[in-house]
């Protein structure tokens, strides 16, 4: 299982860095100046995710234009929706970074973003994520100079009995043990994934451009 979910990883990559031949445009006239990707891997991927403004983002850049990159590190929790999910059964949704702290040096792979088990497949559908909360959601916000990183999104059909974190676990959401812990309650391999990419807003020419100006604040190094 851990040879196929490592398999499944780099699909959900791959898609990522095909798309990286077209440039972003950063034309601020835009709301959607966002990288795609093909119809096929699409339908592959799966997932949808939405913030505000930008729309749905699975498979894609966020943009540097109309200040998305800082935007994004204080939105809520995005609307996930699966349109493949079965109304009658329960599902599993699970945010990692696993770049953290940077793609060079992930040392706290993975960093555990949001984490919500007991999801009814009539509710995922409509992007309606109610149930069992396990990590309350910690919006992306990639440290300074440590570049793109790639915020992934899985779905897992959840089997019957409880879903819980170890206490160990608990006490941090950094260097965790994704495969252990599907391994643990039997969880295979997901329904349906997707991943976006993104820097911090400080990182891009537009700011550093502006860093003279003295209005950038300073960046937490601890973000994720």
Not at 25 to 37: A, D, G, K, Q, W
Not at 111 to 137: C, F, M, P
Not at 183 to 194: D, Y
Request: charged share 20%.
């Amino acid at each position: 299982m851990i040879l196929k979910f490592g398999l499944l990883m780099e699909l959900v990559s791959s898609c990522i860095f095909f798309s990286q031949v077209l440039s972003c445009l950063t034309n601020s006239s835009s709301v959607f100046p966002l990288i795609t990707i093909s119809s096929s891997s699409s339908e592959i991927v799966g997932l949808e995710v939405y913030y505000p403004e930008m729309g749905n983002v699975a498979c894609m850049f966020v943009p540097e234009c109309n200040n998305f990159r800082q935007k994004i590190t204080y939105w809520p929790e995005p609307i996930v929706k699966f349109p493949g999910a079965l109304d009658d059964a329960t599902y599993m949704l699970v945010m990692v970074d696993p770049d953290a702290p940077s793609r060079s040096e992930p040392k706290e792979k993975f960093w555990r973003h949001w984490l919500v088990a007991d999801i009814k497949g009539s509710d995922l559908k409509k992007g309606n994520i109610q149930g069992q909360e396990l990590t309350v959601y910690n919006p992306p916000s990639p440290p300074v100079t440590t570049g793109f990183h790639r915020y992934q999104f899985f779905v897992y059909l959840q089997e019957e009995g409880i879903v819980s974190l170890l206490p160990k676990e608990n006490k941090t959401r950094g260097s965790w043990k994704l495969d252990k812990f599907l391994s643990r309650f039997h969880l295979k391999e997901p329904e349906a994934s997707t991943q976006f990419m993104t820097q911090n807003y400080q990182d891009s020419p537009i700011a550093k451009a502006s860093e003279g100006d003295g209005n950038n604040p300073k960046d937490n190094l601890r973000q994720r």
